[in-house]
């Protein structure tokens, strides 16, 4: 295993004064040692991280990291600034800046490696090392954590930390002689990245505990592995801490505790107060009252206490569970409705009323093996409305949910209540779990409680919900819509193209993009003229943006910097595929222009869509389901009309703001210019 760091790849003056060039400048040294293979495709890849959440944290350091495809081997590279430079640290800015590289595919052990690093950046004397050290061979193996080559200097605050470790050692043996039973606390740190926050905030809240007096036995769930606590820990603590930027896994396990429930960097930057708050919490009973709910995830600091969802504006939290249910539907209806598609294009639209392949099956008939499509993907679609259900009311209230979540979703398509249905009997689903799992049982009904009794209430009481008070309404409702949508024709059909285009091209993938999309593919699950032009206005406007950033990119090339150039043309793939993401780079990079011109772009897609008439049973595909769409040479004019209107407007704005770009991005040297990858 090659060296995550050497002397090349240290910095003891560093010149750059922004963050942006800093990562510049120690990104080179990895190029330099082939480490890295296109410095602007890794450089972009770093912004996309910092633009998540910066990397700053107390104390001076700057820790900017990333995957990346353009890394090669598991990577740090090591700078020290004289003037401090602002990597967004509430205490100011950093002075020791580790950049870190790990390929997209890192294994195990060198991710291992990388977050031991991280927990060490919490020691004062390592980082003390660290300022102090004036020869980069010896401050690598430092970092290394080998043994540095003969430097007295170094020697001397090797020795200074050995001593003060042994002295907390002893103080530590004290505390614990003197108090028998000390107060326990669990906790749960996570990242996005999960290389070196996750297991920073690990370390920062262990080393507090120690301080305070308190056992904290933290469960990262991180890049490095996950490897839950065990069970007997988590039943003697006292109190729960959740430090995370993403969803903790297995909330159930932490029922019926006190909880603290933060963001990544509050654990980092102020787990002595975060240790305070969940012992005040314990002293009151303070017990969470809904810790299997989700918490809105990438708060930056998360400086709320956080009592798990309580702490969540309920709109944040509904979309949350909404989207749960239509991360885990869109695979269905994707393999179900290609499928459908694929046989219409053999066998016709009559291939649909075939007789059962199990019993009709001739290998040398087309009609046979559309048919066999057919209903391969109708089988598929069959799963859609329950496992839109079943995963509503697991974001809500985790596996206990699952049962009645499924239960509520077929009853919705047996009461014809449809894709609403399916929507009402998740959150009915989740709602009763978590009212259930808050009735306090004796402890030997625990066990049986998440497997037995749990979905045996809920299921009958959403079962009962569901038949006798809400489906038939709700099956009323989606009549109601379905007429609807099949009624719309001329002014009212181009509004709601125009509403849909505007929502698909906001966010490129984001929170509204997911539910037009989600509306559009609901209605595929009992297929009408109307939903078919809604499917067909969604994708349309979706392709716009990647388009039109890769015609602006082909057209007017001095108005990007040459990564963007280079996104631009992986963008006419992406949006040829109907993947808005395609577009987020140049959004992020320049967002006041970019973001008006696509929504301008994918609002008249979506209004020549539908005045068309096209027609798409497809929920993907891009241009490679164009023979399965209605009106495919108008639907590709519409595609067009709004790529060029978007291509005008973002050229027009950008010759309107006169900079370089081309030489800034390219440069890079000033940071005034983020390029962000996708």
């Known amino acids: ?33 082939h480490r890295v293979t296109d410095l602007d495709g890794f450089l972009a890849d770093v912004a996309a991280r910092e633009a998540q959440m910066p990397t700053g944290l107390d104390g001076g350091i700057g820790i900017p990291h990333c995957r990346s495809e353009h890394v090669n081997a598991p990577t740090l590279a090591f700078g020290r600034s004289g003037a401090g430079i602002d990597f967004g640290a509430a205490d100011g800015p950093a002075d020791l800046i580790f950049l870190i590289a790990a390929p997209a595919g890192a294994d195990d052990d060198h991710l291992t490696i990388l977050s031991g690093l991280a927990r060490r950046l919490m020691d004062p004397e390592f980082t ?24 007295p200097e170094q020697e001397r605050v090797e020795a200074g930390k050995q001593e003060q470790a042994e002295t907390a050692t002893e103080a530590a043996g004290d505390t614990e002689a003197a108090e028998s039973a000390p107060f326990r606390i669990v906790a749960v740190t996570s990242c996005p990245t999960g290389i070196a926050h996750t297991y920073m905030a690990a370390e920062s809240l262990a080393a507090a505990g120690r301080a305070e007096g308190v056992e904290v036995t933290v469960e990262t769930q991180g890049s490095a592995g996950f490897k839950k606590l065990d069970p007997a820990v988590v039943a003697a603590a006292d109190a729960v801490i959740w430090a995370h930027d993403v969803e903790v896994r297995e909330k159930a396990r932490f029922r019926g505790k006190p909880l603290v429930d933060v963001g990544v960097k509050a654990g980092i930057n102020r787990p002595a107060e975060l240790i305070a708050e969940a012992r005040r919490k314990a002293e009151r009973g303070e017990i969470a009252t809904a810790p299997d709910s989700d918490r809105a995830s990438g708060s930056g600091d998360g400086d709320g206490d956080g009592s798990g969802a309580d702490h969540a504006h309920f709109g944040v939290r509904l979309r949350t569970y909404l989207m749960s249910g239509v991360s885990y539907m869109v695979p269905f209806v994707a393999a179900g409705g290609l499928l459908i598609a694929l046989s219409f294009a053999i066998g016709g639209y009559e291939i649909a009323s075939a007789k059962s392949v199990a019993d009709h099956f001739v290998w040398g008939e087309a009609d046979s093996w559309a048919a066999l499509l057919n209903q391969i993907g ?11 259900a079943g995963y509503i009311a697991y974001g809500m209230a985790d596996r206990p949910a699952l049962v009645p979540g499924f239960v509520g979703g077929a009853i919705a398509l047996t009461v014809n209540a449809g894709f609403l249905g399916g929507l009402v009997a998740g959150l009915l689903a989740g709602a009763v779990v978590m009212a259930v799992q808050r009735v306090p049982v004796h402890a030997t009904l625990r066990g049986i409680m998440p497997v037995l009794v749990i979905p045996l209430i809920a299921s009958a009481v959403v079962g009962f919900l569901m038949f006798i008070v809400v489906g038939k309404p709700i099956a009323s409702l989606q009549n109601a819509l379905t007429d609807w949508l099949n009624g719309l024709s001329g002014s009212n059909a181009v509004i709601l193209g125009v509403v849909l285009g505007l929502m698909m091209c906001f966010d490129m993938g984001g929170p509204l993009n997911k539910v037009a999309y989600a509306f559009a593919v609901g209605g595929l699950a009992d297929p009408t003229p109307g939903s078919l032009k809604v499917m067909a206005a969604v994708m349309a406007a979706g392709m716009v943006p990647p388009l039109a950033m890769a015609l602006a990119t082909t057209v007017r090339k001095r108005l990007f910097t040459k990564t963007e150039r280079e996104n631009g043309r992986a963008a006419w793939v992406l949006g040829a595929s109907f993947i808005t993401e395609g577009a987020i780079p140049f959004a992020a990079a320049d967002p006041l222009r970019v973001i008006p011109s696509v929504m301008a772009g994918g609002a008249v897609t979506g209004a020549l869509s539908m005045a068309f008439g096209a027609t798409l049973r497809a929920p993907h595909g891009g241009v490679f389901v164009v023979p399965l769409i209605g009106e495919p040479f108008l639907y590709l004019l519409a595609i067009a009309a709004g790529t060029l209107v978007a291509t005008a407007l973002v050229v027009l704005l950008k010759s309107a703001r006169r900079t370089a770009p081309e030489a800034a991005g390219d440069a890079g040297a000033d940071g005034s210019r983020v390029t962000v990858a996708a």
């Open 128 to 151: 003390a090392a660290l300022r102090a050290g004036t020869d980069p061979r010896a401050v690598a193996a430092l970092i290394r954590g080998e043994e540095p080559p003969e430097d």
């Open 1 to 33: 295993m090659s060296e995550l760091i050497t002397a090349e790849l240290v910095d003891l003056d560093l010149s750059a004064t922004t963050k942006d060039a800093a990562a510049r400048s120690l990104a080179e040294r990895m190029v330099a040692a």
């Open 378 to 388: 109708s089988a598929a679609f069959g799963f859609l409305v329950p496992v839109l």
